[in-house]
């Protein structure tokens, strides 16, 4: 449970905030060319990045401000969309910080907005956001109802990448609550529908999910096929996020292996907490530490293992 887990929260919070090249100070000198409301457009963008990047640094509650600030002056533009982009960034923001229902009344309002411009896709995508907000802090049960709901719009506009992301979703929730079969059932569709849409990264992502499933049920062989698999197409992609979470798998497998190579999963952890560091990724940041310290724990370098243990928990 502990991996899959960590899979929710990672959607959940959406990509790693996509602003590595935001100069704040910039942001900031810009902001202070808003004068009149017909600056709101401009006004609500720069506040939303400014926020992202405070978020990003790990400034939440300052992240939190100019997000909502943002959100009040997307309230003045013509342009539902703008409020709709400005309400999901804080929506994640609250469900960063533990604050669910926060980030859910957020959501509800971005999906009425998604309503009001009849755009099917982005109310799904906005439904989508709630139910990982549901799941990532503990209630599967109403995720799995409201991932379904999402489903459904996806597929009434045959928008197949929302159909395949909620596929996966779904079948990562079922697979939590213990539904084994149907959650795998639920990724293997959703692999199916990435496969036709030549979607890389999203098979990766499948093939990932996949091979933890078979190390679960103790299919080790298969399972290291399809992790290396996944590794492949994320490198050939150039897609970190993913190559790291192959890497933490494959380590996680060989440990899980009663004569596993402790040496080699040491090695494969710390490739991915090096890319976790590069992308700035704080959730596989913590995962790779409490990995490394399961092996070191494992060969009794009880020192060291309780270092790791120790910045797993700092990351938290």
Same mark, same amino acid.
């Given at each position: 449970?502990?991996?899959g887990g960590q899979?929710?929260e990672?959607?959940?919070?959406?990509?790693?905030?996509?602003?590595?090249?935001?100069?704040f100070?910039e942001?900031?000198k810009?902001?202070?060319?808003c004068?009149s409301?017909?600056?709101s457009?401009?006004?609500?963008?720069?506040?939303?990045r400014?926020?992202l990047?405070?978020?990003?640094?790990g400034?939440?509650?300052?992240?939190?401000?100019?997000l909502?600030?943002s959100v009040?002056?997307a309230?003045l533009?013509?342009?539902?969309?703008?409020?709709v982009t400005?309400?999901?960034?804080?929506? %994640?923001a609250?469900?960063?910080?533990?604050g669910?229902?926060?980030? %859910?009344?957020?959501?509800?309002?971005?999906?009425q907005?998604?309503?009001?411009?009849s755009?099917v896709?982005?109310?799904?995508?906005?439904?989508?956001k709630?139910?990982?907000t549901?799941?990532?802090h503990?209630?599967?049960?109403t995720?799995?109802v409201v991932?379904r709901d999402?489903?459904?719009l996806?597929?009434s506009?045959?928008d197949?990448?929302?159909?395949?992301a909620?596929?996966?979703?779904?079948?990562?929730m079922?697979y939590?609550?213990?539904?084994?079969?149907?959650?795998?059932?639920d990724?293997?569709?959703?692999?199916?529908?990435?496969r036709?849409?030549k979607?890389k990264v999203?098979?990766?992502?499948?093939l990932?999910r996949?091979g933890?499933?078979?190390?679960?049920?103790?299919?080790?062989?298969?399972?290291?096929?399809y992790l290396?698999?996944s590794?492949?197409?994320?490198?050939?992609?150039?897609?970190?996020l993913?190559?790291?979470?192959?890497?933490?798998l494959?380590?996680?497998?060989?440990?899980a292996q009663?004569d596993?190579?402790?040496?080699l999963?040491l090695?494969?952890?710390?490739?991915?907490?090096?890319?976790c560091k590069?992308n700035r990724d704080?959730v596989?940041q913590?995962?790779c530490?409490?990995g490394?310290?399961?092996v070191l724990?494992? %060969?009794e370098?009880?020192?060291?293992s309780?270092?790791?243990?120790?910045?797993a928990?700092?990351?938290?």
């Amino acid at each position: 449970g502990e991996v899959g887990g960590q899979i929710i929260e990672e959607e959940a919070l959406g990509p790693q905030w996509d602003v590595h090249s935001a100069d704040f100070a910039e942001l900031g000198k810009g902001l202070g060319c808003c004068r009149s409301a017909r600056d709101s457009p401009i006004e609500a963008d720069l506040l939303n990045r400014m926020g992202l990047v405070l978020c990003e640094r790990g400034e939440m509650q300052k992240g939190i401000e100019h997000l909502s600030r943002s959100v009040s002056s997307a309230r003045l533009c013509p342009n539902r969309r703008i409020l709709v982009t400005c309400l999901s960034s804080l929506g %994640i923001a609250h469900a960063k910080c533990g604050g669910k229902e926060a980030a %859910i009344e957020v959501f509800e309002e971005a999906v009425q907005m998604a309503q009001r411009l009849s755009d099917v896709s982005l109310e799904a995508s906005c439904l989508r956001k709630i139910a990982l907000t549901h799941a990532s802090h503990g209630d599967i049960t109403t995720g799995l109802v409201v991932i379904r709901d999402a489903l459904d719009l996806y597929i009434s506009v045959s928008d197949s990448y929302g159909e395949a992301a909620c596929l996966f979703t779904t079948g990562v929730m079922r697979y939590e609550i213990g539904h084994t079969v149907e959650g795998v059932a639920d990724v293997e569709a959703s692999l199916r529908v990435r496969r036709s849409l030549k979607d890389k990264v999203g098979i990766a992502e499948c093939l990932n999910r996949l091979g933890l499933a078979l190390i679960d049920i103790g299919y080790h062989l298969q399972a290291l096929d399809y992790l290396e698999r996944s590794l492949a197409l994320c490198h050939e992609v150039g897609d970190l996020l993913g190559q790291a979470h192959a890497l933490r798998l494959l380590a996680y497998l060989h440990f899980a292996q009663v004569d596993g190579d402790r040496k080699l999963s040491l090695e494969l952890f710390k490739k991915s907490l090096s890319l976790c560091k590069r992308n700035r990724d704080v959730v596989g940041q913590a995962m790779c530490h409490e990995g490394v310290g399961d092996v070191l724990a494992d %060969i009794e370098d009880h020192r060291l293992s309780a270092h790791h243990y120790n910045e797993a928990m700092s990351l938290r």
